[in-house]
């Protein structure tokens, strides 16, 4: 089973609504404070209260800001921020940070600044900071689920920033939500920069797996829009296939892609880095193709975590024009290892469980190879007889 996080941006998605809605799914508030005090930002506090919009009730957050003006700062100033900062975790960081860049390639890109000269204004702020690496930070703290969201509205009107008066939906919010499915209703400003940017990076625009809500979570927005709630919802909840099967059944993804060009040399390193990239497992078919061609089919297993990852290996390193992809249900045995002992030295013997029952036993092939080198002893001989030592316990 797989964890999932829905997102409703009932009335739009900013920063501090993400951050709101994760506190009112039951993020704990002092993990939460503790990974954003190692940030070296001085003067401020977060202030968590009940609110209602249109009768939905839920969280609000605002930080407050009682330090000195805050100097503007560019993008690498941003990521040294987050890069130094001891409390946060390492996927937080990372999160954060593509967070940051796809913000800064939007402004450069509306702008027609390179992206090192960017001076980030209401993006660079303090609360801006806290609530884009909060909303990483929350991601964590709820257990690392997969990501979903529905199209976010796009308001209209104008606004005022830092740059003068621009039209709603900023510029750079368009710029950041190019590919992915909006809302084009509302007035006023519905979702920022900051919060179209989250969306763009931290979650996947389109509707989520079936799966069993288990909390329901509302980050309620500081305006109070005439004709809609401006609440963000957030359910949380796990994906139910596998249920009834084994105990280890989860969600995983499937992708393939077709190669009629591609030498066997290429075939080996993409097999090895896609392991790197976390994959959970990775193998070649052969097979014939139109016009009588042989070739290879790719098949790369993964988690919603690495897919992404795994989808740019597939299309940047091999040749194929396109690849395809589809959830599974992957039902794992709960691993333990025992150690047995032979003429040649210690052998484990890796164990398939199902709950205490052992399904499936068999010797470490690296154990057995290693042992086998060293005492010039065929591996089948070793690997026989570390086998029968265990099947004699």
Known sequence: MARILYLEPVG????????????????????????????????????????ERHHIGGTHVDIRLDGPQQPERHLSDIQQLIWNCPTLPQRAKERAVAVFQEIGRAESKVHGIPLESIHFHEVGAVDSILDVCGAAV????????????APPPLGSGLAHMAHGHVPIPPPATVEILTGVPVRHEGVGELTTPTGAALLKVL??????????????GYGVGTKDWPDRANVLRATLGETHEGRGELPGAERAYELAANLDDCSPQLLGYVLE???????????????????????????????????????????????????????????????????????????RIKLGLDGERVLNAQPEYE???????????????????????????
Request: aromatic share 4%.
């Open 12 to 51: 739009g998605i900013a920063g501090d609504m993400f951050l709101a809605a994760g506190l009112d799914l039951g993020v704990d508030r002092g993990a939460l404070l503790h990974a954003l005090s190692g940030l070296g930002l001085h003067g401020w506090r977060l202030e968590a209260q009940r609110a």
């Open 138 to 149: 929350v991601l964590e703290l709820l257990g690392d689920p997969e990501v979903y969201a």
């Open 203 to 216: 979650a996947r625009v389109q509707p989520p797996p079936t799966f069993v809500a288990q909390a329901v």
């Open 273 to 347: 880095r896609a392991l790197e990239l976390g994959a959970l497992d990775a193998w070649v078919v052969p097979a014939t193709f139109k016009k009588g061609r042989p070739g290879h089919v790719v098949h790369l297993l993964s988690d919603g975590r690495h897919r992404d990852a795994l989808r740019a290996l597939l299309l940047e390193e091999t040749p194929t024009l396109g690849l395809r992809e589809q959830p599974i249900t992957r039902a794992v045995l709960q691993r333990r290892h025992d150690e047995v002992h032979t003429p040649w030295g210690p052998v």
């Open 367 to 393: 154990d057995c190879r290693r042992l086998a080198r060293e005492a010039s002893v065929p591996l089948k001989v070793v690997h026989a007889v570390a086998m029968a030592a265990w099947m004699k316990r």
